[in-house]
């Protein structure tokens, strides 16, 4: 069903879907031999969700990688790679000394679980109500705990969170660590991306940081519409009715770096071959780069 102005989900609908996708993925790569990443809360999460496919992805029963009716070209390494990028990001802005971190659109996103925060940390979690509850709930229901100060926030993202985050307890004079992972590709609209962005910006005091990722699921070329309705065709043939054209939005997406160096931050960019090295994963070959690979993009960057 295509997105509507004032849509909703949870973990198993829409965009929510989306990142039960990606969990299954990091699932996945924590089974492998030499993992890049460790999340051992990933399966648990996706089975509590409960789509068959993605039980069967997290449970390695079937891949990603080998099956392009189901996935895009080298799809649990992207995935994993991404979430290494963002990883190594907390750590390196945390060993700088910042205290106060802000997940926004987080998903099933388990970091407060399971990296390594320094004591006075505190992490702040964004996302639609109904995902914040099933999260942490289910975490509960298997004995975990956060290991840092965690505060959920749930409110959706197109009302006014940046109140609903100052009444959770933060601090907009504190420099705050920021992630956008997996919402600045396409899934809102332009306009939406800017506001986002904004109000981040605005919240965002001297040294604050923040990392993305950016561009269109999709893609804007033939290739890659193509790509993505053969991969929603290999959903529905396992079981899965989900077209994931129509959870994203047409058309030009904000250039996220360029957004942030017009208004005084530094910016670095970093494109998903340099995540693979960085992560010590096999090099990208061309045909791995095409579709919604080669249209993702990956900013971080300081306010000075």
């Known amino acids: 069903m295509p997105r509507t102005e004032r849509d909703t989900w949870d973990a198993a609908t829409s965009v929510g879907a989306t990142a039960t996708m990606v969990a299954a993925a990091r699932a996945a790569a924590t089974k492998r031999p030499h993992p890049v990443i460790n999340d051992p809360f990933a399966e648990p ?82 996302d639609q109500p109904e995902v914040i509850d099933f999260k942490t709930a289910t975490l509960a229901d298997i004995g975990a705990t956060p290991v840092v100060e965690h505060r959920p926030v749930g409110i959706d993202l197109r009302d006014d969170w940046p109140t609903a985050l100052r009444a959770a307890g933060f601090d907009p004079t504190r420099p705050t660590a920021w992630l956008a992972e997996g919402v600045l590709i396409g899934f809102l609209p332009p306009q939406a991306e800017v506001r986002l962005l904004d109000n981040i910006i605005s919240l965002s005091a001297a040294d604050s940081r923040l990392a993305a990722d950016y561009g269109s699921l999709t893609g804007t070329s033939d290739e890659a519409r193509e790509q993505a309705e053969k991969m929603s065709e290999g959903w529905r043939r396992n079981g899965l009715d989900l077209d994931i054209a129509e959870l994203t939005y047409p058309g030009e997406h904000t250039d996220v ?22 992560a010590g994963l096999a090099e990208l070959v061309a045909a791995d780069q095409r579709g919604a690979s080669a249209a993702i993009n990956f900013v971080t960057a300081v306010r000075r």
């Open 45 to 126: 999460l996706v089975r509590a969700v409960g789509i068959d496919l993605f039980n069967r992805l997290a449970a390695g029963e079937l891949d990603f990688d080998t099956d392009e009716e189901l996935g895009l070209p080298r799809m649990t390494d992207t995935f994993a790679a991404r979430a290494r990028f963002f990883d190594d990001y907390f750590a390196q802005v945390t060993a700088a000394g910042l205290r106060q971190v802000v997940i926004v659109a987080a998903g099933l996103d388990s970091r407060a679980y399971r990296l390594s925060w320094p004591a006075g940390t505190t992490v702040y979690e964004i």
């Open 257 to 278: 770096a360029a957004h942030l160096s017009d208004r005084g931050w530094d910016v670095l960019r970093f494109r998903l071959p340099e995540l693979f090295t960085a």
